[in-house]
Nanobody, 125 residues
Framework: VQLQASGGGLVQVGGSLTLSCAASGRTFSGYTVAWFRQTPGKEREFVAGIKWNSRHTYYADSVKGRATISRVSAENLVNLQMNSLRLEDTAVYSC???????????????????WGQGTLVTVSS
């Protein structure tokens, strides 16, 4: 599946942002979709994931309580809403998808087959 990430931008500390991951070529049915983020010199970090069919969600401890990942079935989208943004949330955010991922690998970037381009989120003070 081809993925298109959007919604990044500049936001102040404490603000909110919603990122979207759109699928083209096929629907997200049967997929696990996740958001990862990366800053220069650091490894890619898992942020949140969702199993499309079951809607079961997973979150990194760093965003738990501040982020909500959800699916929009009619638009074949996965959204990531982030609230109470912090300076350390600044990163390039990318979405990824896989039909074959197992639960224990959801937080591992190499477990995903398909990736969208990144969208930059900059949190300023």
């Amino acid at each position: 599946v081809q993925l298109q990430a959007s919604g990044g931008g500049l936001v102040q500390v404490g603000g909110s942002l919603t990122l979207s991951c759109a699928a083209s070529g096929r629907t997200f049915s049967g997929y696990t979709v996740a958001w990862f983020r990366q800053t220069p010199g650091k490894e890619r970090e898992f942020v949140a994931g969702i199993k499309w069919n079951s809607r079961h969600t997973y979150y990194a401890d760093s965003v738990k309580g501040r982020a909500t990942i959800s699916r929009v079935s009619a638009e074949n989208l996965v959204n990531l809403q982030m609230n109470s943004l912090r300076l350390e949330d600044t990163a390039v955010y990318s979405c990824a998808a896989s039909r074959t991922i197992i639960q224990s690998s959801i937080r591992i970037p190499s477990a995903y087959n398909d990736w969208g381009q990144g969208t930059l989120v900059t949190v300023s003070s």
